[in-house]
């Protein structure tokens, strides 16, 4: 069995002759790699220009090669963006919650872990979960009144949108794939680089950002529901003043909390229950664990039910069309001028750089390229995958590892060939699919049914020539022998 950890950097004699024949080919990326699946970056629009309140960092920025449009995978909802409606998606968290479940402490929740969760200043009430839960679903806070938590994060789409990146006021795409808000209470930052240590910190930016929600500023936020004599009753009662931005975004994560979603035909049979998955799903989960080294950076423990190391890992992914080099010294640049939360935001959401990933946050060379280690939980449901939603189904992603990620200059060190079998590949996405809730088995099901059909159809990110070793990566990517 593989170790369970592996060194974020190879420094043996094998890994840096690796590496540098990475280096070597990673200036002549395939032509082939250019076209990503949500089609091809050539006929996207650029996101218009000189958006209100913006820094002079991010306007000198360059913003090229923007994402196309893409609608949700599970189809339109009669909402703005695509989204379900806003009382669909209410109705719908109320049955999968219950009423009691707002303040309870999750099933197999230390308690007092549970109640550390809660920040100061935070009630933990039902009444707290109750106001977050309306301004969850509140487009009020949003420019043109169009956009909410919700549209993005939207209950009937696994608690994100669907989309390979975001869409927000105006129709403006992102450049960055929606995580789910399921069990975001857990990690310990938010958002794929960890720019935002809490939930509280990560209900605020999307507020204020100009392609998201779009607001000029927080007091404009706060303006938008101030006059509103539900919000001004519930704020003075549960925080003793009027409507404001701090007690704003410490109600959202309020709500954001309940929805812990744990409680999957994988845990049924870690209690014993051997039929509650299939045997092609407890042979992944011994791959998992063994030749497929997901448990290398995808712990799962009682301690750490979701899946991750929490940590920034470079897996290749930005390698597909990028030049790192180029974009770390663009954003070093913007963010010697610039250094504000905002900025950051702005530059993961809005420019090229957003590839850099965790870099943009720490201006850390070991950081680029490198995105937080997602939850594997519910993961059935959250497609398209990665930071740029550029994988559309589980076996792009499996395909995606057992080929060894794309050759670049920061591949972290415990990304290698597999030498997954296709019957190992189909175990694996077996044992992804049996850690979705049971809540969610209908939609895991008719999920788990439409990405086979994709896969049938296509495999773009199968190579079997890398992941047999037959040709090393930087010979894929056109380097001199």
Avoid at 203 to 218: F, H, Q, S, V, Y
Wanted: charged content about 25%; overall charge positive; some cysteine.
């Amino acid at each position: 069995m593989q170790s369970l950890r592996t060194p974020r950097r190879d420094f043996s004699s094998k890994g840096v002759l690796r590496r540098l024949g990475m280096l070597a080919g990673f200036a002549a990326a395939s032509a082939g790699y250019q076209a990503f699946a949500q089609g091809d970056p050539k006929n996207a629009a650029p996101p218009p220009s000189g958006t209100q309140g913006s820094s002079s960092a991010v306007q000198s920025a360059p913003k090229s090669n923007a994402p196309a449009k893409t609608p949700p995978v599970s189809g339109g909802g009669s909402a703005p963006h695509g989204a379900l409606s806003m009382t669909e998606q209410k109705g719908r968290v109320e049955s999968l919650l219950g009423p009691s479940a707002a303040v309870a402490v999750p099933a197999g929740m230390n308690a007092e872990f549970w109640k550390s969760l809660i920040p100061a200043g935070g009630k933990g009430t039902l009444e707290e979960v109750e106001l977050g839960k309306k301004l969850y679903f509140e487009p009020k806070l949003s420019k043109d009144g169009t956009v909410s938590c919700a549209t993005c994060h939207d209950v009937s789409r696994g608690f994100t949108d669907r989309r390979n990146t975001s869409e927000g006021v105006g129709d403006q795409i992102g450049r960055r794939n929606a995580p789910t808000t399921l069990n975001a209470a857990l990690f310990s930052t938010q958002f794929w680089d960890g720019r935002a240590k809490s939930l509280d910190d990560q209900a605020r930016l999307p507020i204020t950002n100009p392609i998201e929600m779009g607001m000029k500023d927080e007091a404009a936020a706060v303006a938008a529901i101030a006059s509103d004599p539900g919000y001004k009753d519930a704020f003075q009662k549960l925080y003793g003043k009027p409507p404001n931005m701090d007690d704003l975004a410490r109600a959202i994560a309020a709500f954001e909390r309940t929805l812990i979603f744990l409680d999957s035909p994988f845990d049924a049979f870690l209690r014993g229950d051997d039929a509650a998955v299939s045997a092609d799903a407890r042979a992944g989960w011994a791959l998992f664990n063994g030749k497929a080294r997901c448990n290398s950076c995808h712990q799962m423990s009682s301690s750490q039910p979701l899946g991750t190391d929490n940590r920034f890992h470079n897996i290749g992914v930005s390698a597909r069309h990028q030049d790192f080099e180029g974009l770390a010294r663009k954003s070093l640049a913007a963010l010697a001028k610039d250094n504000r939360a905002e900025t950051i935001d702005r530059l993961a959401l809005e420019t090229d750089m957003s590839e850099l990933g965790r870099f943009v946050v720490t201006r850390n060379r070991g950081d680029i390229g490198s995105f937080k280690t997602q939850q594997v939980r519910n993961i059935g449901l959250t497609a398209p995958y990665m930071h740029d939603g550029s994988l559309q189904t589980l076996w792009d992603v499996i395909d995606h590892y057992n080929k060894g990620g794309e050759a670049n200059a920061y591949l972290d060190g415990g990304i290698e060939p597999l030498n997954l079998s296709e019957p190992e590949v189909g175990q694996l996405v077996a044992f992804l699919f049996s850690l979705t809730d049971k809540r969610f088995a209908s939609q895991n099901q008719s999920e788990s049914e439409r990405q086979r059909g994709i896969a049938i159809q296509r495999r773009p990110f199968r190579d079997d020539q890398l992941v047999t070793r037959q040709v090393l990566p930087f010979e894929k990517t056109g380097a001199k022998k």
